[in-house]
């Protein structure tokens, strides 16, 4: 009989809660942010110089924004997720 190591556990790479959140917090701002209109639809070969500003001032009103990103890569929807940051 020859030994086996264990397997190593690896972090989550998707995480269900952002952090300094519960996950009853998350649940409800998810919750709340199906229900908002977008404040823009950003398409396939769009430009979006305005959009940074858009977001920002959406923030000033209310602690939830959506953007609406359909027509665009999963691969454009990080870029613009760090440009947010």
Do not use: H
Not at 26 to 49: H, S
Not at 60 to 73: A, D, H, I
């Amino acid at each position: 009989m020859l030994w086996k190591p264990v397997p190593p556990v690896y972090p989550r790479l998707i995480q269900q809660v952002p952090e300094g959140l519960t996950l009853k917090e998350a649940t409800e701002m998810r919750q709340k942010g199906r229900t908002l209109p977008p404040i823009c639809k950003l398409g396939k070969n769009g430009v979006y110089f305005q959009l940074v500003n858009n977001v920002r001032e959406a923030f000033e009103e209310c602690e939830l924004v959506r953007v609406n990103c359909q027509g665009l890569n999963k691969s454009d929807y990080r870029k613009i997720g760090a440009k947010l940051r």
